[in-house]
């Protein structure tokens, strides 16, 4: 705004210069009239001058204004800018305080996550030996039975007649007879089973699977079931319900051979039910075992009852006699009343206060 004011000055002024060129190269006798011109032109000129001063003074008013309330909205926005940076700054640090707590959680679950697969890993490579698998069987079998059964009636690792090594041998009495428990398990046919990526790799595996299920089923029965000496049938323990849940949902024929061959297939939760019902007839043997006892025990109360009558009958009688008791001294005291009545009514006097006579007053039923 400025430059345009003073360019309308220098404009002004070269027109006046202009002016006063043109007039000096005119006549003398023109120069009283244009000397007026010029004093006017003058006066014109100091009036635009100080149009001039007042419009720059006004537009100097107005950058004033107009700085002041640039440097009040810059200041506001500052401050809300401030403000606002500093909540931003605080929500900020909550949100990375809570990302660390987040990440320290994660960091921790990684960890978890990096055992358990280790554990997994370590539980492939127990399961993909068979020793191990066999030791891995038998320590779920050995939770079952020690769980629900009393240690006098199951043994580990038992020695039958034929050299045979039987994981678990649970003594019943007879009939049936001891029964053997095997842990051992076809894992790896299983394993090919679950692999098996089209119909016929499946069919192949499931094959085999039926046959490695059939093979331990006869060893066991052959093995393991002892005429005189065990009972007629055996278990086969699986300690996996998905290998149990395959082998009943596909390989029906497998399960009837085995009963057939009165080998019985358990997993870990028909198993707990066969170890209960084992456990109830285990008590209710010793229940017969000990029934001699028990009549003994019986007779001995009968005998405690009668005695009990006895006594009772007793003590009814010392209740009788006692009641009895209690009646006389009733009476002798309802006699002392009546003699103190009459003792009351005595009249003391000269001619009627003689005494009856002893033998008189012994005579006297009522003085008795």
Not at 128 to 152: C, M, T, W, Y
Not at 276 to 295: F, P, W, Y
Not at 324 to 345: F, K, L, Q, W, Y
């Amino acid at each position: 705004m400025q430059v345009w004011i003073i360019a309308l000055a220098i404009v002004a002024a070269g027109g006046l210069i202009a002016l006063a060129l043109g007039l000096r190269g005119r006549g003398a006798a023109q120069r009283d009239g244009m000397a007026h011109g010029i004093e006017q032109i003058a006066a014109a000129q100091a009036a635009l001058a100080g149009r001039l001063s007042q419009v720059a003074d006004a537009q100097v008013a107005s950058h004033s204004r107009l700085n002041r309330t640039l440097e009040e909205r810059l200041e506001g926005v500052s401050l809300r800018l401030g403000q606002s940076l500093s909540e931003s700054a605080v929500k900020t640090a909550e949100s990375l305080g809570e990302l660390q707590q987040r990440l320290r959680i994660i960091d921790e679950a990684q960890k978890n996550i990096t055992e358990l697969s280790g554990q997994v890993v370590s539980l492939q490579d127990i399961l993909a030996n068979k020793q191990a698998r066999g030791a891995f069987g038998e320590i779920q079998l050995h939770d079952l039975v020690a769980h629900a059964l009393p240690a006098s009636a199951y043994a580990f690792q038992a020695v039958l007649s034929n050299n045979r090594r039987a994981d678990c041998l649970i003594r019943l009495p007879h009939p049936p007879g001891p029964i053997v428990v095997d842990a051992k398990f076809p894992l790896e046919a299983y394993h090919q089973l679950c692999a098996a990526e089209d119909d016929g790799a499946r069919q192949r595996a499931a094959r085999a699977f039926a046959d490695a299920m059939l093979k331990h089923v006869k060893d066991i029965a052959e093995r393991y079931i002892i005429a005189g000496e065990t009972a007629e049938s055996a278990l086969l323990f699986l300690p996996s319900e998905a290998v149990y849940a395959e082998l009943h949902a596909r390989h029906p024929d497998v399960v009837q051979k085995s009963f057939r061959a009165r080998v019985w297939i358990v997993s870990p939760t028909t198993m707990m039910a066969t170890l209960n019902t084992i456990r109830a007839v285990l008590k209710d043997a010793r229940m017969r075992e000990q029934s001699h006892v028990i009549l003994k025990e019986v007779g001995m109360l009968a005998g405690d009852i009668e005695r009990l009558g006895k006594r009772v009958e007793s003590l009814r009688g010392h209740f009788t006699q006692a009641e009895r008791d209690i009646g006389d001294i009733e009476v002798s005291a309802g006699r002392i009343g009546r003699r103190a009545e009459r003792m009351e009514t005595v009249q003391l006097n000269d001619e009627d206060d003689a005494l009856p006579a002893p033998a008189a007053r012994e005579a006297d039923p009522a003085l008795i």
